[in-house]
C-alpha cells in the first residue's frame, strides 16, 4: 500500500504543478485585465491567497499592493482585511512583532469603523454579517500568532472568540477552520480526546461546507491522535489520507507537515527506509514552498534517517546543515520573540493609558453628578422652607381637628376590643380544628393498627380451632390404636401450634411497636430506624383506608436503603409527618380511580436514601396532582383541596412545621396536574 501511494505521489506532482501554473496565469491576467480598483483589490486578494502556503515572500508582495489600494480608496473594512492577510503571511515569516502590529491595526480599524461599505460583497453577506467575519479572521490568525509564541493559553483564548464571531456571522467555512486549529492547540496541551472532538467537528462542517482545502491537516490531527493512543494502524492510515487529500486540494504546506510526522513515526520504529523517504519528501516540499522556518527540523531528520540506515558520511552532512539552520533559527526567533515582548509592553502601556484615560473621564461624571447634588439639596432646602411656612398654617388647622381626633380615638379603640375579641375566638377555633385534625389522624391510624392486628388474631382463631378438631380426631384414633395416625396428627398439631405462636408474636410486635412511638411523646429526639417507621406507616395508612372503603386496592411500593442510618429524630413526629403524606397520597390515588378507566392501576411508593449528610425520604403517588396555582399554597394553614367536611387544612401545615422547625430539615414538592405528586423530606444526620 505504501509503495503505491509512493507511486501516486510521483505521478501526480507534475499534473499538480501544471495545474497550480494555469490556475497562477489566469489569476496574473485577471489582474492586467482589471480596469477599477475594487477589481485589483479582488484579484490581488486572490493572488495574495493562492502564494499564502506555497511562496511566502511573493504572498507579502501582493498584500502589501492589495493593502495600498485599500488605504487610498479609503476603504478601511478592505484595509482591515488586507492587514489581516499580511499580519498572517508576517507570522509564517518569523517576524512576530510586525505581524502583532499587523493585526492591532486591524481590529483598531474595526473598532473606528463608520462606513461599511467594502468591495468584498460576497452573497448573502450584510455588511454587519461581513465585518463580524473579518472581526472573526483577525482574531483566528491572532490564535496562530500566540500559538507561534508559545502562548498557548492566549491562543485558546482567540480561537474561542474567533469561534464565537463566526458562528454569529454564520461564516461556516471559517468555523471548520476555527475548530481545526482548536484541534492543534489542545494536541500541544496534550489533550487527545478535546483534540479528536474539534477535528471531527471540522472534519463534519468542511465536508458540508465544500471547503476542503485544510480537510488534510485535520486528517493529520487526528492521525496523531490515534499514534498517541497506540492504534498505528489507524493513524498511519489517517496520516496517508491527509497527504491524498493535501495533494488533491493542492496544499503543499499540509502535506509538509504530514511528512514530518510519517518521518518521526518511522525512525522511533526504525525503519530506515521509509523514514529517509519522507524526510527527503519533507525537505523537498519546504524548499519549493522557500519556507525557511522549519528547515532545521527537516535537515535534523534527515541526519537521524542517513543515520539510522548507516550512512554516515550523509548523515554528518546534514547534522551540520541542520546545526546551522537551527543556530540561525534561533538567534531569529530569540530577536522576534524579544521584539514580540517589546511590542506587546507598548500594548499593554497603551491600554494602561485608555484606563486613566476612562479613569479621568469617570472623575468628571462624578463631578458633574456632585454639582447636581448641590443643586438638588439646594432646591430641597427651597422646599422645605416653603413648607415650613405652609406647616404654621397647618398647626391652627390641627387645633380644630383635635377634638374629632379624640372621637376617633374612641372608635379605634372600640373597633381594636371587638378586632381582641374575634382574635381570642379565631385562636379557640384554631385550636378546636388542630385538636380534630389530630383526632383524625389518630382515627385513621387507630383503624390501620386494628386491622393489622386483625390478621394475626384471624389466623391465631382459625389454627386453634383446627387444632381442637385434630385433637379430638387424636382421641378416637388413639381409642383405636391406630398409633401412626396419631402420630401425623400430633405433628400436624405442633405445626400449627408453631404458626399459632408465630401470628402472637406478631400481634405482640405491632403492639409493642406503638407502645414504643407512645413513649416517644416527650418530644425528646433519639435514633430512629426511617426504613422502619415508613414501611410501618405506610401499612398503617393503607389498612385505615381499607378499612372505611373495602373497594380501594393500591399497589404499594417500597425501595429502602439497607445501609440507612439512624435518624436522631422524634419518632412520633415524623411518624406523623410520614402518616400525613400517606394519607393525602391515598386518598389522591383513591379519588382519580373513581374517575379513569379500567387500565388506571393506583399505585404509592416510598424510597429512602442519604446524599450530601442528609436522609431524604420521597412518597409519590400517581393520582391526581396538584394543580400549579394551588402549589404555594397547599402548605398554608387551614388550605385544602378537599371538599368541606373531609379536611381541616391544617396537615400538611403541621407536616411542614414538624420537619422544618421540629427537625431543621425541608420538604419539597413535584407534581404535574392529573398525572402524580412526589413529597421529598430532607433530615440532616447530625
Keep these: ?315 554528518y552532512k546534514y547534522q551540520g546543515l541542520a546545526l546551522t539552520a537551527k543556530d540561525s533559527s534561533f538567534k531569529a526567533t530569540v530577536k522576534s520573540l524579544a521584539d514580540f515582548q517589546k511590542l506587546s509592553f507598548k500594548a499593554q502601556m497603551h491600554a494602561q493609558d485608555l484606563e486613566k484615560e476612562k479613569a479621568a473621564i469617570q472623575t468628571r461624571i462624578r463631578t458633574y453628578v456632585l454639582l447636581a447634588a448641590i443643586a438638588v439639596f439646594m432646591l430641597i432646602a427651597g422646599i422645605f422652607y416653603r413648607n415650613n411656612r405652609q406647616k404654621q398654617k397647618v398647626n391652627n388647622l390641627l387645633a380644630q381637628q383635635n377634638e374629632e381626633i379624640v372621637q376617633q380615638k374612641e372608635e379605634i379603640e372600640s373597633q381594636r376590643d371587638s378586632l381582641e375579641q374575634t382574635l381570642t375566638d379565631l385562636k379557640a377555633t384554631q385550636t378546636q380544628l388542630i385538636q380534630s385534625e389530630k383526632m383524625a389522624s389518630l382515627g385513621e391510624l387507630t383503624a390501620g393498627i386494628a386491622h393489622e392486628i386483625q390478621n394475626p388474631l384471624n389466623f391465631i382463631n382459625n389454627f386453634s380451632e383446627v387444632n381442637k378438631e385434630m385433637l379430638m380426631e387424636m382421641k378416637e384414633e388413639i381409642a383405636k390404636g391406630n398409633m401412626a395416625d396419631v402420630n401425623d396428627i400430633a405433628d400436624s398439631v405442633i405445626a400449627n401450634e408453631e404458626k399459632i405462636s408465630h401470628h402472637g408474636k406478631r400481634a405482640d410486635s405491632i403492639v409493642k411497636g406503638m407502645l414504643e412511638h407512645s413513649r416517644n411523646a416527650s418530644g425528646q429526639k433519639e435514633p430512629t430506624d426511617i426504613n422502619q417507621l415508613a414501611d410501618e406507616y405506610l401499612r398503617l395508612s393503607y389498612h385505615g383506608l381499607r378499612a372505611k372503603d373495602k373497594s380501594f386496592n393500591a399497589e404499594l411500593v417500597t425501595h429502602f436503603d439497607p445501609a440507612l442510618p439512624k435518624v436522631n429524630a422524634t419518632a412520633q413526629d415524623i411518624g406523623r409527618v410520614l402518616l400525613n403524606l400517606f394519607n393525602n397520597a391515598f386518598y389522591a390515588v383513591n379519588q382519580k380511580q373513581k374517575s379513569a378507566g379500567a387500565d388506571y392501576k393506583p399505585e404509592v411508593s416510598v424510597s429512602t436514601a442519604t446524599s450530601n449528610g442528609q436522609v431524604i425520604i420521597k412518597v409519590k403517588d400517581n393520582g391526581t396532582g396538584i394543580p400549579d396555582a394551588v402549589k404555594e399554597k397547599i402548605m398554608q394553614p387551614f388550605f385544602t383541596t378537599k371538599p368541606t367536611g373531609e379536611g381541616t387544612g391544617l396537615g400538611l401545615s403541621l407536616t411542614y412545621d414538624m420537619v422544618v422547625k421540629g427537625h431543621g430539615g425541608k420538604i419539597d414538592i413535584n407534581t404535574k396536574e392529573g398525572e402524580f405528586t412526589e413529597f421529598t423530606v430532607s433530615l440532616p444526620l447530625n
Design 1 to 315: 500500500m505504501r509503495k503505491f501511494i509512493k507511486i501516486l505521489l510521483l505521478l501526480l506532482i507534475p499534473a499538480i504543478s501544471m495545474a497550480q501554473q494555469s490556475h497562477l496565469d489566469s489569476l496574473k491576467k485577471a489582474l492586467r485585465a482589471a480596469r477599477t480598483d475594487s477589481v485589483r483589490y479582488l484579484r490581488l486578494s486572490d493572488l495574495d491567497d493562492y502564494y499564502a502556503e506555497i511562496n511566502r515572500d511573493s504572498s507579502l508582495h501582493y498584500s502589501d499592493q492589495a493593502l495600498s489600494i485599500a488605504k487610498k480608496d479609503g476603504q478601511m473594512l478592505d484595509e482591515a482585511y488586507a492587514l489581516d492577510g499580511k499580519g498572517y503571511i508576517l507570522m509564517h515569516l518569523g517576524k512576530f512583532p510586525e505581524s502583532l502590529a499587523c493585526f492591532q491595526e486591524a481590529l483598531k480599524l474595526i473598532e473606528n469603523l463608520k462606513n461599511e461599505n467594502s468591495w468584498f460583497r460576497y452573497k448573502d453577506y450584510t455588511p454587519h454579517r461581513m465585518q463580524l467575519s473579518i472581526l472573526a479572521n483577525i482574531h483566528h490568525d491572532m490564535g496562530h500568532l500566540m500559538g507561534a509564541t508559545n502562548n498557548i493559553d492566549q491562543q485558546i483564548v482567540q480561537y474561542r472568540e474567533a469561534k464565537k464571531l463566526a458562528n454569529e456571522a454564520d461564516a461556516r467555512e471559517l468555523l471548520g477552520l476555527v475548530n481545526m486549529n482548536l484541534g492543534h492547540a489542545y494536541a500541544k496541551l496534550n489533550r487527545p480526546d478535546s483534540t479528536l472532538l474539534m477535528e471531527q467537528n471540522a472534519e463534519r462542517i468542511m465536508k458540508q461546507t465544500g471547503f476542503k482545502k485544510y480537510l488534510g491537516s485535520v486528517y493529520q490531527d487526528i492521525g496523531d491522535v490515534y499514534l498517541k493512543k497506540g492504534d498505528a494502524v489507524l493513524g498511519i492510515q489517517y496520516l496517508h489520507k491527509a497527504i491524498n487529500t493535501s495533494i488533491e486540494q493542492k496544499n503543499a504546506a499540509t502535506g509538509s507537515y504530514v511528512y514530518f510526522d510519517l518521518t518521526d513515526y518511522y525512525l522511533k520504529e526504525k525503519q530506515r527506509d521509509s523514514s529517509l523517504y519522507y524526510a527527503r519528501k519533507t525537505l523537498d516540499v519546504l524548499n519549493a514552498m522557500g519556507s525557511k522556518q522549519a528547515n532545521d527540523k527537516a535537515l535534523e531528520n534527515l541526519y537521524q534517517s542517513y543515520k539510522l540506515a548507516g550512512k554516515t558520511d550523509s548523515a
